[in-house]
């Protein structure tokens, strides 16, 4: 499929005039062909009326239409053959094996979420039969399902070009939910967006589907990101990126006449708590694995372990030499862009001016946009007076934070911002200090992880990839797994409705053959 730097608005084909954008490609340090055509807001509001007018017959479209269209998608994505994965490759600097296990996670979660659209349990359906001699008040005939919550805006993530970006989890799972999307193609990934874009675009008509399901919107700079957080059609927001870029959006969100949530994540240092127990028995064992954790995919992950948490003492002190040695020996790779490169280099100058040590540098190399490994040590008071120290640096650096004893670790426990994940490193003799740590860490973060390490996401049904403020704006929910569609979803409760009018999830002979819960009782009812 040839790439031709266009935009896709609906089932057309468009060339923005606002602006001329390119590919970039970080290992070469080199453009990329085509020149796309970059749009503005005529080329958002079109796709928002699209989505709009495409809402009401998609929802109400049958189950196993909407699960096959996501089957659709991924199949045609499969399609694309090696030609996705060279692109990919070319605009992120990615390794070849990495995007091939990215694409197969994405074609996974495109088929886990057309299973979960068929099960219908997401629907919730409800049933309180009335009670017309109840006393002292009869009870009303009451009935509940979750109904989606109109078009979405999804904004492609920086670090994941296939599983985070134009059919990435925000996008399925708002799909899955009934919701036409408008996606805006990230700007490093612009060939790559495209060609999955086209997958998208197929399937919509294979299927039969209004056109507006689907749009895809290329821009240069932030306006056309505000336009169309902006567009009254648009009913929520789905974002990974920086702190700054989400809270931005927030803002515009909550200024709209009528505000809509927006589901963004944005900053996760995911501390790695080191408890004594496990330092004595595997210190060294672990510190080589924290090193590999740290540097994996060049630190460009949102669960990059960015803090480790010890208590101090002759093991900890054997962690931290054989991390720093481990670390030493690592070199400088290229990152996912030349700013994201930039913005690392910036972080770890701001981090040597705050005077934490730095314990180890990795070994340099000549490579483009790259970043070269950092380690840094503080102790807890050092920690805990200097804010800056919680602040993520995306790219292949931690800080380890050495506590005087287990009250301490406590104490900074109890001060961490939210993350997304916390990991435990424990043995047996650690589960005292484990049981004290687990009912703290349970309020800061969205995962808690024993004995591994934050970097692998499993796209499933009891993951949990959120937090609470910074690592997302909303911590009731998830952008991975299949809690994700609650994002995109609102109950409407019906009183006393005819029966001729009801919905099928709430009709009484269940013809969805859904789980409900009638009168308190789940079953197949």
Not at 95 to 105: C, H, M, S, T
Not at 378 to 390: D, I
Not at 437 to 460: D, Q, Y
Request: glycine share 10%.
């Amino acid at each position: 499929m040839k790439i031709t730097g266009e935009m896709l608005i609906g089932a057309t084909a468009v060339r923005g005039s606002d602006a001329t954008l390119r590919a970039f490609d970080p290992a070469r340090n080199a453009d990329l062909e085509p020149v796309f055509g970059g749009g503005g807001a005529a080329e958002v509001a079109r796709a928002c009326e699209l989505a709009e007018a495409a809402f009401e017959p998609y929802r109400r479209a049958p189950l196993e239409t909407r699960a096959q269209f996501l089957e659709a998608i991924a199949d045609n994505i499969v399609g694309l053959g090696d030609a996705l994965i060279e692109r990919a490759h070319a605009e992120s600097a990615l390794p070849k094996a990495r995007l091939e296990g990215e694409r197969a996670r994405t074609i996974g979660q495109l088929r886990l979420f057309a299973s979960l659209v068929r099960e219908g349990r997401w629907l919730d359906a409800t049933l309180d039969s009335a009670q017309p001699d109840r006393k002292p008040l009869p009870r009303p005939d009451l009935r509940l399902q979750k109904i989606p919550v109109g078009p979405v805006a999804v904004f492609g993530a920086s670090n994941f070009p296939l599983a985070f970006s134009v059919a990435g989890g925000d996008t399925v799972s708002a799909f899955a939910a009934g919701c036409p999307v408008v996606v805006k193609s990230h700007p490093a990934h612009l060939g790559t967006s495209e060609l999955v874009g086209r997958a998208i675009q197929k399937a919509v008509a294979d299927s039969g589907l209004p056109e507006g399901v689907f749009s895809l919107v290329v821009g240069a700079g932030n306006a056309i990101g505000e336009a169309l957080v902006a567009h009254p059609a648009i009913r929520s927001v789905g974002f990974t990126g920086s702190r700054r870029g989400g809270l931005a959006l927030l803002d515009i969100a909550s200024k709209r006449p009528e505000p809509i949530p927006v589901f963004a994540e944005m900053s996760s240092v995911n501390p790695l708590f080191a408890l004594p127990g496990a330092l004595a028995v595997r210190g060294d064992a672990l510190a080589t694995a924290f090193v590999d954790s740290v540097t994996l995919g060049v630190g460009q992950f949102c669960t990059s372990p960015g803090l480790v948490i010890a208590v101090e003492g002759p093991h900890l002190q054997e962690f931290i030499d054989a991390a720093s040695a481990a670390l030493d020996k690592k070199g400088a790779q290229t990152m996912l862009t030349a700013g994201i490169a930039a913005a690392y280099a910036d972080g770890i100058e701001q981090r040597d001016a705050t005077g934490v040590a730095r314990m180890a540098t990795g070994a340099s190399t000549d490579a483009a946009c790259s970043a070269l490994p950092a380690l840094y040590q503080a102790n807890a008071e050092q920690f805990l007076t200097t804010p800056q120290l919680q602040d993520e640096i995306f790219g292949p650096t931690s800080l380890i934070v050495v506590c005087a004893d287990e009250d301490e670790m406590i104490k900074v426990a109890r001060r961490l911002e939210g993350q997304l994940t916390a990991t435990l490193h424990l043995e047996g003799d650690d589960f005292p200090l484990a049981k004290r740590l687990i009912p703290v860490l349970e309020r800061k973060v969205g995962r808690i992880l024993a004995n591994g390490f934050p970097t692998g996401v499993e796209v499933s049904y009891a993951m949990v990839h959120g937090g609470p403020y910074p690592a997302t704006s909303d911590s009731r929910s998830t952008s991975v797994g299949a809690l994700a569609i609650e994002r995109f979803l609102r109950p409407v409760c019906y009183q006393d409705l005819p029966a001729a009018l009801l919905p099928q999830s709430l009709a009484d002979d269940n013809p969805l053959n859904l789980w409900r819960l009638r009168d308190g009782e789940l079953g197949p009812n």
